[in-house]
């Protein structure tokens, strides 16, 4: 069986859009999926960027706390519960990101309500830069928001502009599994636009 990691920032929509694809494609596939953290506010430290991309790393570091905090209270299960939640709400339903967002989204889920005020709590920030340095170093590289890993061989991406189909995200997956298998293989890219677009359904 394959061994996939995945490792999002979840502000990030397009990494959203990868976990979808992946979470229904691994259910058809013959894969283990496991969803890990990275933080784009850590990736970006030190850049000169536009107001409104600063807004978002922002939110980046303050949900990078809080989602550090429930991998360490209840493992990767609680990270990918809480994702599932925060994520249905801002990248499906397009709900305003605040702290009454996160405080509802963990209200679903069995990670302690008090995490919201962790937020604001820079305590959890050596937790963050841990993750992510996880995230670059299963890549071999600086890389963004997602990185797959296949049994331990890792790439940027797949970045998604739409969430394909039930067929088309299998074949996806296998194609993913066999570069990541392929000796020698390392960069497939095309220019792309964003951000992706999600269907309110695209979490089932």
Request: with cysteine; glycine share 8%; charged share 20%.
């Amino acid at each position: 069986m394959n061994t996939i990691e995945l490792y999002v920032d979840p502000i990030c929509p397009f990494a959203w859009a990868t976990s979808r694809w992946l979470k229904a494609a691994g259910q058809t596939v013959d894969c283990r999926v496991a969803l890990r953290q990275m933080s784009l506010a850590t990736l970006n430290e030190g850049r000169d960027v536009d107001p409104g991309h600063r807004a978002k790393l922002n939110w980046s570091k303050r949900l990078g706390r809080v989602f550090a905090a429930a991998t360490a209270d209840g493992g990767p299960n609680a990270f990918s519960e809480l994702y599932e939640a925060l994520g249905t709400r801002i990248h499906n339903r397009h709900e305003k990101l605040s702290d009454t967002t996160v405080k509802e989204a963990l209200a679903t889920t069995s990670c302690s309500p008090a995490l919201a005020d962790v937020l604001d709590d820079p305590t959890w920030e050596d937790a963050v830069r841990t993750a992510h340095r996880c995230s670059q170093e299963a890549l071999g590289g600086s890389g963004g928001s997602p990185i797959i890993a296949v049994n331990g061989t890792a790439f940027f991406g797949p970045v998604l502009t739409s969430v394909p189909n039930p067929d088309d995200g299998a074949a996806l997956l296998e194609a993913i599994i066999a570069a990541a298998t392929t000796p020698g293989f390392a960069v497939l890219q095309r220019p792309y636009q964003g951000p992706p677009t999600i269907s309110h359904d695209a979490n089932r």
